[in-house]
């Protein structure tokens, strides 16, 4: 394509200068105060501080949890809605999968608002749940970590859909038909054809989905507030308010550090063969 190597090198130099300069250099920064002790000396110490508190063992490991159950809550149905999608004719397609695109056009905070509205004491939810019966009062559903799930699920659904619909656009139209045709049952079909002929897409849509949910504030914030604190918002408060950056700077390694592994671990599920 391009008649030498260096013709290849000036047009990847703007971007590679931007990444190191806006991603690379700030990470230095940051690897340079999270590892440093007050003597100035490399240490570990701040690491040990953050996970000898209790609160911030449950902060890491209730982040990890909604994480992990928006990730796959996030695959299960996404695979559902990817194979009705794909198997829906072409004029019908668009614009069903128009709809699952046009929530990443509203911004997150909106979205999450809306929430408020449906989930509050005075919401959608319990007014059904009091009008029939269910409850004499309403039920606190805002500042529980079921409302921090179902708005990170709502916000990211979408990405794992999208990558989703488009591995299985490359699955060949007659080959789960054969399948069935062959005897399988419809758990067979998913788990030995349709599940390895998607798991790029599956890698793709998990990292995304997972690696939001991970570093999403404005979710977290809204809908848990200060009684579902998660890593994110934690972050805010060691910045904001205790002004203690060492400690932030310890908890943004930990979740680039959560980041990467998720990634790591999904291309390592993905390549094996059974």
Known sequence: MFLNR???????????????LVFLVPVGILLSV????????????GYVDFFSEPLNQSVFFRTLKLGILV????????YAAAFCIVNLPATSRGR???????????????????????????????????????????IRLLFTETAVFIGLLQLFLPLMIISLVSAMENIPRDVVP??????????????????????????????LVFTGALTAYITPAILGGSKVLMLE?????????????????VIAMILIVMCFSAN????????VRR
């Open 264 to 271: 790591l671990v999904l291309k390592r599920i993905a390549s």
């Open 34 to 45: 999270a590892f440093q002790a007050e003597s100035g000396a490399w240490s570990l110490q």
């Open 178 to 207: 054969a399948a069935r045709v062959l005897g399988a049952s419809w758990f067979q079909v998913f788990f030995r054809v349709i599940l390895p002929l998607t798991k790029e897409g599956l890698v793709i849509g998990g990292t």
């Open 71 to 78: 990730a796959g809550t996030s695959a299960v149905i996404g």
């Open 6 to 20: 260096a013709e290849g090198l000036a047009l990847a130099l703007p971007a590679a200068l931007f990444t190191f």
């Open 233 to 249: 918002t934690l972050l805010y408060q060691k910045v904001n308010v205790s002004n203690d950056f060492v400690s932030a700077s």
């Open 96 to 138: 069903i999968f128009g709809l699952v695109v046009l929530p990443l056009m509203i911004s997150p905070v909106a979205r999450t608002y809306a929430w408020i509205v449906i989930l509050g004491r005075t919401g959608i939810v319990n007014d059904v749940i009091v009008g029939l019966g269910l409850s004499e009062l309403p």
